[in-house]
């Protein structure tokens, strides 16, 4: 055998810009080292996937990457996406990879290109309702589109698309157990508060008046808010002496979601899915900013399924009301049976199986 033949599978994953991208391609990237893969992150250099990637004991590979924001764009992205074209295509050369799986953003752009001008074959993994730029852009010529939603598949008629559940961390914890660790009463009911890694000003800002309200409707009411680092002081100065409002920086995400009765979250799908994985309705509120509007789609989509509520941004009024009514027993468990019905159990290894097919037919197709 020579050494060609003998070379493990290589399968470079293209990834960044928010933990949505960044978390199934971590997960994939685990699972395949444990099949006997190798495996590469391509992200921005510099960018907040470069320290998720090494806190996950995986190898890092930066180029630069030009960020497109309608509402502030920036002339020089071009020139950063070019550059990161030209470097992620050196790179795909040395190293050779059998497969490149891009992972949506901006920061997946390079990676994606490269495979297409090296003739490297190109899969995409899509998490959203509505695919992103950088899906859309390649979809028709990638081997295969993964979709975390059939909503996305529908507005990719072109593509070879298949359905396959968010990869989440599987880790639940007894309810009992979470609530002691956290020091929540084990009869309170918890609403947890999640705006994402870095936290959410406008759910920083108006959480405190409206659950203020809240509780007084019912003294079960306790709220567990992590602000992000960032608004720690700011939110508890807001909420002052509130015996059953606990603010942190950052929570332990299985312990605060084994622990939850509901949750007000922002609409990023990989939330929306940790969400379903352990059964806790959810109030979600879009991020009016976010690319294509896939936060409110994302959102809206849950709202069908009866597991939740979407909420505009700002509206304390919609937000109070769906509070209040995802207080009640029975509403609230009809919602729950509605996310374990959602749940993405198994999404991982479900994900290497449609991955690894296409990454082993490409290596004996380069020997």
């Excluded at 764009?73 to 790179?91: C, E, K, Q, Y």
């Excluded at 002496?241 to 939850?260: I, K, M, N, P, T």
């Amino acid at each position: 055998m020579t050494a060609m033949q003998a070379r493990a599978p290589r399968l470079l994953l293209a990834t960044g810009g928010s933990g949505g991208h960044v978390y199934p391609a971590v997960a994939l990237a685990r699972a395949a080292i444990t099949r006997g893969a190798e495996v590469l992150v391509l992200g921005t250099e510099g960018g907040m996937e470069e320290g998720m990637v090494a806190d996950a004991g995986l190898t890092f590979s930066g180029v630069p990457a030009g960020k497109y924001d309608r509402q502030r764009p920036d002339p020089r992205a071009p020139f950063r996406s070019l550059a990161g074209v030209t470097r992620a295509i050196a790179l795909l050369r040395r190293w050779r990879p059998h497969l490149v799986m891009g992972f949506g953003g901006f920061a997946a752009f390079p990676g994606c290109a490269a495979a297409l001008l090296t003739r490297t074959p190109l899969a995409l993994h899509e998490t959203n309702a509505v695919p992103g730029l950088v899906t859309r852009a390649f979809a028709r010529r990638a081997r295969l589109v993964v979709v975390c939603q059939r909503e996305a598949a529908e507005r990719l008629p072109h593509a070879n698309t298949r359905v396959v559940p968010f990869p989440v961390r599987e880790e639940r914890v007894a309810r009992a157990a979470a609530r002691t660790t956290l020091g929540v009463p084990q009869e309170a009911l918890l609403t947890l508060v999640m705006g994402g890694s870095q936290g959410s000003l406008a759910l920083n800002r108006a959480i405190p008046r409206v659950s203020a309200r809240v509780a007084e409707l019912d003294e079960r009411v306790w709220v567990l808010h992590a602000t992000g680092p960032r608004w720690v002081s700011s939110v508890r100065e807001e909420v002052g002496e509130r015996e059953r409002y606990q603010v942190a920086g950052f929570v332990d995400a299985s312990l605060a979601w084994s622990a939850a009765d509901l949750a007000i979250t922002r609409g990023g799908y990989g939330t929306l899915a940790e969400a379903a994985y352990h059964g806790v309705p959810l109030i979600v509120v879009p991020l009016p900013s976010a690319a294509d509007d896939h936060q409110r789609h994302n959102a809206e989509a849950l709202e069908r399924a009866g597991a939740g509520e979407c909420v505009p941004q700002g509206e304390e009024g919609e937000l109070l009301e769906a509070w209040v009514a995802l207080l009640d027993d029975d509403r609230r468990g009809a919602a729950r049976r509605s996310q374990l019905a959602r749940s993405p159990a198994g999404g991982t290894e479900t994900l290497l199986e449609t991955v690894w097919p296409l990454l082993t037919d490409s290596r004996k197709a380069a020997r």
